[in-house]
């Protein structure tokens, strides 16, 4: 599941909500150890993952870089390339 959650900080253009949303939500299920909460868990496990967007949305906007911002299509590259290497053995 954690493989899903990709580096969010320092891109052009910045992180959007559905993305913050979505490593909120596979962080919640990693913690919780389910992809699908039962009835009686569904409110405090979408509760969880706005709590965790919310505090990853206060992280994002409060880090500092001087480095400059990565490019969403080379790094995405990269990522098909490793992936590539390590599946393709």
Known sequence: MCRNI???????PPATPDEVSAAALQYVRKVAGTTKPSAANQEAFDRA??????????????????????????EASKARARAQARYSA
């Not at 990709?6 to 052009?12: D, T």
């Not at 993952?49 to 080379?74: D, F, G, Q, W």
């Open 49 to 74: 993952v706005a709590e965790v967007a919310h505090a990853t949305r206060h992280l994002l906007e409060s880090l500092v870089t001087t480095a400059p911002p990565k490019n969403r299509e080379v």
């Open 6 to 12: 990709r580096p969010l900080h320092n891109f052009e």
